[in-house]
């Protein structure tokens, strides 16, 4: 977890994720930054993986300015990110795309990137406390989603149960336990 300003907007749950071939940005982040969402450029291919079981048709694409460091030593790169519509408790997530324009070098012990900017090097300190929060929050949301899909299914199965069908029969053969 890394807190990059994007869009002059400090976000401070922002994921690396060395596996991902994208950049993901979620559909709540770009509505609480404020960026002009006429810029989006709609596109039609779905991605998987994200959400365990399913794929997901992205809303569109939006470039948007990603910038680490400080005022003295910084470093920006615009990127292009997947809008996605469903529900994580991060901001975004930042993919390979995103580590080839910045050309960090990790060291995961120590929870940090480096990078070359325009006066020295930027180091960039992940924390092990959020990091550790963001896993729970989201096992928890997978959880709920999970859930809520299931009773979605059950409730559909049920529709489809024809209405004799759905009374409970009298047995009267079952013993009494006092």
């Given amino acids: 977890m890394v807190s990059p300003v994007m869009s002059m907007v400090c976000l401070s749950k922002v ?3 060395r596996g991902s071939g994208l950049n993901i940005i ?6 609480s930054m404020g960026p002009d969402m006429t810029s989006l450029v709609l596109t039609q ?6 959400i365990p079981g399913s794929g997901s048709t992205p809303v569109g694409q ?3 300015p990603v910038t680490f460091g400080t005022r003295e030593n910084s470093r920006t790169e615009h990127l292009h990110f997947e809008v996605a519509l469903f529900e994580t408790s991060c ?3 930042r ?3 995103a580590l080839a324009r910045f ?5 995961h012990t120590y929870l940090v990137f480096k990078m070359p900017a325009p006066n020295g090097v930027i180091s960039i300190y992940g924390d092990l406390k959020a990091s550790h929060s963001f896993k ?16 979605v299914l059950v409730a559909e199965s049920a529709k489809k149960i024809p209405p004799e069908d759905l009374t409970i029969p009298k047995n009267d053969s079952l013993p009494i336990h006092s």
């Fill in 15 to 17: 994921l690396i994720d």
């Fill in 26 to 31: 979620f559909s709540k982040t770009p509505e």
């Fill in 45 to 50: 291919e779905d991605f998987y993986r994200i």
């Fill in 62 to 64: 939006v470039t948007l």
């Fill in 91 to 93: 901001h975004a997530i």
């Fill in 95 to 97: 993919g390979r795309p």
């Fill in 103 to 107: 050309i960090p070098i990790p060291n």
């Fill in 136 to 151: 729970t929050e989201n096992i928890n949301l997978s959880e709920e989603l999970e859930l809520s899909k299931n009773a």
